[in-house]
């Protein structure tokens, strides 16, 4: 009989959404933990019975009151933290745009939001943002524009 490998309850999947306008991207200084009071892209937890693209869009429109087309998966990345219980949070990574021309209003799980020109520097963003960020801008710079 073949011993079945045991899982780790301590890893948390995420859906990130680096929303774009032009050379812009959208952040939202986050309410809740692993990233309180923290400039990051709009995320949040995969529920069990729902897809990552699924929960990436749910949590745009529960933090933001927008609907959103997703694009290209911009990657997937890890984020320790070593509290107590440690948390390994796997993020999976989409560019995605506003459908229409709706405004972003963020809501009780946001406590800000903002339009930022990387180019121009970043706000205080954890290491993971500062990774898909400039993850997003190398493929810009390879393709000279946003691929979808």
């Known amino acids: ?14 859906a990130s959404v680096a929303i774009m306008r032009g050379k812009k991207i959208l952040l939202i200084k986050e309410q809740e933990e692993p990233y309180n009071e923290m400039w990051v892209l709009p995320q949040g937890y995969v529920k069990r019975a729902e897809t990552v693209s699924d929960a990436a869009r749910r949590e745009v429109r529960e933090e933001l009151r927008v609907e959103i087309d997703l694009g290209s998966l911009v990657g997937v990345y890890d984020d320790f933290h070593n509290g107590s219980p440690p948390i390994h949070y796997l993020i999976v990574a989409y560019l995605g745009a506003i459908k229409g021309s709706a405004e972003p209003r963020p809501t009780t799980e946001a406590i800000d939001s903002a ?3 990387v180019s121009k520097g970043l706000p205080d963003v954890p290491p993971v943002v500062r990774r898909t ?9 390879r393709r000279g524009r946003i691929g979808w």
């Open 1 to 14: 009989m073949m011993r079945r490998e045991s899982f780790d309850e301590g890893i948390r999947v995420l």
């Open 115 to 117: 339009w930022v020109d």
């Open 133 to 141: 960020l400039h993850d997003i801008a190398r493929g810009m710079s």
